[in-house]
T-cell receptor, first 107, second 113 residues
Framework: DAKTTQPNSMESNEEEPVHLPCNHSTISGTDYIHWYRQLPSQGPEYVIHGLTSNVNNRMASLAIAEDRKSSTLILHRATLRDAAVYYCILDTGKLIFGQGTTLQVKP | EADIYQTPRYLVIGTGKKITLECSQTMGHDKMYWYQQDPGMELHLIHYSYGVNSTEKGDLSSESTVSRIRTEHFPLTLESARPSHTSQYLC????????????FGSGTQLSVL
């Protein structure tokens, strides 16, 4: 299964932008890149996904490298409610979650 | 938004009991999934289904079984629960939307004594 690599944890200050990196060097041409987040005591929720082009939605932006071997989830202004575990996943037909990045947001 | 329901939310049972965790969705999604997650750990895919009468094992071996007789229903069964089965079980369904977009239920926290 295609694997992603993310930092275990990151910290951010409230109201500042956050860039969450993800490496996926074994990605193949048809694999979509998905991001989900999991708040404490809840199931994961969809954040954003993309294939080749950068994507924006109301929650975040997704920047995808030209070679598609890495991507970055961008939260434009972090809030305390954004503190969660963020998962970067390759959609190979099955969505396999890795360890994710635990984001702490400081007031 | 998606409507996917899991019951019970919490379950405490004794060793050896047979249990069924319920998962239902009202969106008509074909694909459904079961994930298992221990506290502070990653989610592990244990079962998935492409549609009615389709069931597949996931990446983590599990003693549980699943069935998919109706599109909206994807129950998970443990024939004889053991303490090692204590975990959170998360059900999800998905729609093809440039890849599969997953919608998760709130989970069932299972404790086997």
């Amino acid at each position: 299964d295609a694997k992603t690599t993310q930092p275990n944890s990151m910290e951010s200050n409230e109201e500042e932008p956050v860039h969450l990196p993800c490496n996926h060097s074994t990605i193949s041409g048809t694999d979509y890149i998905h991001w989900y987040r999991q708040l404490p005591s809840q199931g994961p929720e969809y954040v954003i996904h993309g294939l080749t082009s950068n994507v924006n939605n109301r929650m975040a932006s997704l920047a995808i490298a030209e070679d598609r071997k890495s991507s970055t989830l961008i939260l434009h202004r972090a809030t305390l409610r954004d503190a969660a575990v963020y998962y970067c996943i390759l959609d190979t037909g099955k969505l396999i979650f890795g360890q994710g990045t635990t984001l702490q947001v400081k007031p | 938004e998606a409507d996917i329901y899991q019951t019970p939310r919490y379950l405490v049972i004794g060793t050896g009991k047979k249990i069924t965790l319920e998962c239902s969705q009202t969106m008509g999604h074909d694909k459904m999934y079961w994930y298992q997650q221990d506290p502070g750990m990653e989610l592990h895919l244990i079962h998935y289904s492409y549609g009615v009468n389709s069931t597949e094992k996931g990446d983590l071996s599990s003693e549980s079984t699943v069935s998919r007789i109706r599109t909206e229903h994807f129950p998970l069964t443990l024939e004889s629960a053991r303490p090692s089965h204590t975990s959170q079980y998360l059900c999800a369904s998905s729609i093809p939307q440039g890849g599969e977009k997953l919608f998760f239920g709130s989970g069932t926290q299972l404790s086997v004594l």
